[in-house]
Nanobody, 115 residues
Framework: QVRLVESGGGLVQHGGSLRLSCTAS????????MGWYRQAPGKQRELVAD???????NYADFVKGRFTISTDNAKNTVYLQMNSLKPEDTAVYYC?????????WGQGTQVTVSS
């Protein structure tokens, strides 16, 4: 059973920065992409950014230029560097590792941006 463990969430002021991390409990040999999603209260979960194992990245328009996704494949870890945070970025952030056989999800980490 693979577990994804997220960390790095918290409370930050408008304009501040946070770095989220997500580490798998073991190597997932068939993973082809990793990503971050978020879900705000009363809203659907939405893609924030994802990255393929070849390094191709994709960002939602609302985070372009502010967030950066990266991986450390040797550590089975995906990161999300979040800069210039806004109150509307407040949400629970989830990581996902997409593998051939299954999509693995983390438990979520709360990010709250105060105005």
């Amino acid at each position: 059973q693979v577990r994804l463990v997220e960390s790095g969430g918290g409370l930050v002021q408008h304009g501040g920065s946070l770095r989220l991390s997500c580490t798998a409990s073991r190597v997932i040999f068939s993973v082809y992409a990793m990503g971050w999603y978020r879900q705000a209260p009363g809203k659907q979960r939405e893609l924030v950014a994802d990255i393929t194992m070849r390094g191709r990245t994709n960002y939602a328009d609302f985070v372009k230029g502010r967030f950066t996704i990266s991986t450390d494949n040797a550590k089975n870890t995906v990161y999300l560097q979040m800069n210039s945070l806004k109150p509307e970025d407040t949400a629970v952030y989830y990581c996902k590792m997409a593998a051939d056989e299954y999509d693995y999800w983390g438990q979520g980490t709360q990010v709250t941006v105060s105005s």
